[in-house]
């Protein structure tokens, strides 16, 4: 029996471990669309960045991009950091773990822009109101 197919568990053993090419090259969309609230539950702490972020949002052009690519990078590098920070019992729990959290990601930006337009029809309603006395 060859063992090929078989992939070192070295999850949660720190920055310094190889990373498996199974987990490696995958955009990690939790980490894309939660940012620092993922980077708890996988204990990347460097998504933290985004609270730093705020700070230049507010400068025009410029100040929408800054969140939007580090966004992209934590898609781009969250599941190197969740193996290398957390450790789970094999690539498969890893990944079904990283999918549950797509799941709260997509689940909360519908929620979100659900909400969002309930609000903008609220306040549409309520200047209308105020217009008519």
Excluded at 21 to 36: I, R, Y
């Amino acid at each position: 029996m060859s063992n090929e197919n078989q992939v070192v568990n070295n999850s949660g053993q720190g920055a310094g471990v190889v990373v498996p090419e199974e987990v490696k090259n995958h955009f990690n969309w939790g980490a894309f669309l939660l940012g620092w609230i993922w980077g708890i539950g996988n204990k990347s702490y460097l998504t933290f960045l985004s609270f730093a972020a705020l700070l230049v949002c507010w400068i025009p052009f410029v100040g929408g991009l800054v969140p939007l690519g580090l966004s992209i990078w934590f898609g781009i590098k969250g599941n190197e950091w969740a193996w290398q920070n957390k450790k789970f019992d094999s690539v498969e729990a890893f990944h079904d773990y990283q999918k549950l959290w797509v799941k709260i990601g997509l689940g909360l930006l519908v929620l979100s822009v659900i909400f969002g337009i309930l609000l903008g029809i609220l306040l549409a309603g309520a200047a209308a109101l105020q217009a008519q006395q």
